[in-house]
T-cell receptor, first 113, second 115 residues
Framework: QKEVEQDPGPLSVPEGAIVSLNCTYSNSAFQYFMWYRQYSRKGPELLMYTYSSGNKEDGRFTAQVDKSSKYISLFIRDSQPSDSATYLCAMRYSGGSNYKLTFGKGTLLTVNP | GAVVSQHPSWVICKSGTSVKIECRSLDFQATTMFWYRQFPKQSLMLMATSNEGSKATYEQGVEKDKFLINHASLTLSTLTVTSAHPEDSSFYIC???????????FGPGTRLTVT
């Protein structure tokens, strides 16, 4: 079983839809959770960053972490064509000097105008 | 804030030559930077962790003599691909850990093509 599982999609939605992206993980030691957006041929852009369980909202984006289920989500409200990209979840352990991120494979999202 | 740049953005080189890629954090300090490799439609593969003033830590299977990493300052890390071969052609991306935080910011990537 991979440490982080993410459905690669592709996911296609109409403009204005609510998008739900998810990742599951197997290692309960993960404490920090991130979502990155990557446009084609570009580096990933940090969208959301959360620590432990709970919700975090930033504009149209909401990140949720459920550590009991080892499940994280990213919701995009009022999706726009400019949101079309690959979304990568990432996570890391807490403490020490190990800042390595473990990534999901990414979900390719297309928002159709 | 939190901008990371990479130079060059793309490079074509001949087999057997060496190529240096620079990664800079423009508006923050980074004691730790990371180098990744990404193949088309795949996720990022961590190659090495670069710590300012010390030797890089390489992931299993990554040749340290082929991928030389130097982290000479709190804002600059370099990756040199030595004796490049066509199989080294890839998208190389660096990231920088913002000092005092757990936030990692990525550069725009460098596309390397070895002919």
């Amino acid at each position: 079983q991979k440490e982080v599982e993410q459905d690669p999609g592709p996911l296609s939605v109409p403009e204005g839809a609510i998008v739900s992206l998810n990742c599951t993980y197997s290692n309960s030691a993960f404490q920090y959770f991130m979502w990155y957006r990557q446009y084609s041929r570009k580096g990933p852009e940090l969208l959301m960053y959360t620590y432990s369980s709970g919700n975090k909202e930033d504009g149209r984006f909401t990140a949720q972490v459920d550590k009991s289920s080892k499940y994280i989500s990213l919701f995009i409200r009022d999706s726009q064509p400019s949101d079309s990209a690959t979304y990568l979840c990432a996570m890391r352990y807490s403490g020490g000097s190990n800042y390595k991120l473990t990534f999901g494979k990414g979900t390719l999202l297309t928002v159709n105008p | 804030g939190a901008v990371v740049s990479q130079h060059p953005s793309w490079v074509i080189c001949k087999s057997g030559t060496s190529v240096k890629i620079e990664c800079r954090s423009l508006d923050f300090q980074a004691t730790t930077m990371f180098w990744y490799r990404q193949f088309p439609k795949q996720s990022l593969m961590l190659m090495a962790t670069s710590n300012e003033g010390s030797k890089a830590t390489y992931e299993q299977g990554v040749e340290k003599d082929k991928f030389l990493i130097n982290h000479a300052s709190l804002t600059l890390s370099t990756l040199t691909v030595t004796s490049a071969h066509p199989e080294d052609s890839s998208f190389y991306i660096c990231s920088a850990l913002r000092q005092g935080t757990n936030e990692q910011y990525f550069g725009p990537g460098t596309r390397l093509t070895v002919t």
